[in-house]
Nanobody
Framework: QVQLVESGGGLVQSGGSLRLSCAAS????????MAWYRQAPGKERELVAV???????NYADSVKGRFTISRDNAKNTVYLQMRSLKPADTAVYYC????????WGKGTSVTVSS
């Protein structure tokens, strides 16, 4: 069983930055891919960024050049550095890891004011 705890969300002005963290705990040997999703009010959950166990990354077009996903395998933690934030980035952000199956965090709220 894997437990995920996200942190780092909050309220920020347009153009600002935030860094999200998601720490996985449990009887973990080696986590597979790790990812961040987001869900804005009234919209479906969408993939923001993903990083494989080997460090390959992929981003949604809407965040390319502004967001950076990274991971610390020793800490079983995935990060999302968000820069040049826009009001359109306002959403609840969820981390997701693959460890035999998909595990989801409970989400952390990000609000970007104009």
């Amino acid at each position: 069983q894997v437990q995920l705890v996200e942190s780092g969300g909050g309220l920020v002005q347009s153009g600002g930055s935030l860094r999200l963290s998601c720490a996985a705990s449990g009887s973990i040997f080696s986590i597979g891919s790790m990812a961040w999703y987001r869900q804005a009010p009234g919209k479906e959950r969408e993939l923001v960024a993903v990083i494989t166990s080997g460090g390959n990354t992929n981003y949604a077009d809407s965040v390319k050049g502004r967001f950076t996903i990274s991971r610390d395998n020793a800490k079983n933690t995935v990060y999302l550095q968000m820069r040049s934030l826009k009001p359109a980035d306002t959403a609840v952000y969820y981390c997701r890891v693959f460890y035999g199956m998909m595990y989801w965090g409970k989400g952390t709220s990000v609000t970007v004011s104009s």
